[in-house]
């Protein structure tokens, strides 16, 4: 499916638009409370995910704000475009705002979504290649490109300066050398006739 990221940024928006209406409702008792009054009458038109963003989480710096924000934006611009590569970009922040919504849906509602749900389906299983950015230049327009690029530089900063997991969850898998059998995950050997072969590399390389 290539308009995954298209779809999750639609699906999980509306799931978070209700669930926000919701608890104004049950904070205000009253449905008036998701609606913007006008002289004529009370209800008119609701509010927004963005309007109800605002209401429910009020500090504009909380990295769960921040989030959702995020892929409010992205879903609006999905709407037009259908870009695979946002997948890349954006796996940090998605698997961060289901975590989000799970604990929100809990703290608000007393639901456990787990209890419905098996847990394995609230991980997201994602294409997490690095980017290339020539490709990108040779794939889009020029001003298409220079916003992708220019979106996964901006979402790389926010995830590395952003020391909450409510923002984005990094995707990392550390390695370390020890010779203590006990503190081991596996077992290896440098040596050539081993099979299970290993080979300690001083500089970054790509896993590929």
């Known amino acids: 499916v290539k308009y995954r990221v298209e779809g999750f940024s639609f699906y999980i928006c509306n799931a978070w638009e209700l669930l926000l209406k919701s608890y104004l409702i049950k904070s205000a008792d009253s449905l008036e409370a998701i609606f913007y009054s006008t002289k004529a009458t009370k209800r008119s038109q609701s509010y927004s995910i963005s309007e109800c963003i605002k209401k429910v989480f009020t500090d504009k710096r909380e990295p769960l704000r921040r989030n959702l924000e995020k892929i409010v934006s992205l879903r609006n611009t999905s709407i037009h475009f259908v870009t695979e590569e946002y997948e890349q970009m954006y796996a940090p922040l998605f698997q961060a705002c289901v975590i989000n919504y799970v604990n929100k849906l809990n703290d608000f ?92 590399i001083n500089k970054l390389q790509d896993p590929k």
């Open 109 to 200: 509602f007393h639901i456990d979504i787990t209890e419905r749900l098996d847990q394995h389906f609230l991980s997201l299983s994602v294409n997490i290649d690095s980017l290339d950015s020539k490709a990108i230049k040779k794939k889009y327009p020029t001003s298409i490109a220079e916003q992708i690029l220019r979106d996964q530089m901006e979402l790389n900063e926010e995830t590395i300066h952003t020391e909450s997991t409510h923002f984005g969850i990094p995707i990392n898998h550390n390695i370390y050398i020890t010779k203590n059998k006990k503190n081991a995950d596996f077992i290896v050997s440098v040596a050539k006739d081993s099979e299970t072969k290993a080979a300690i």
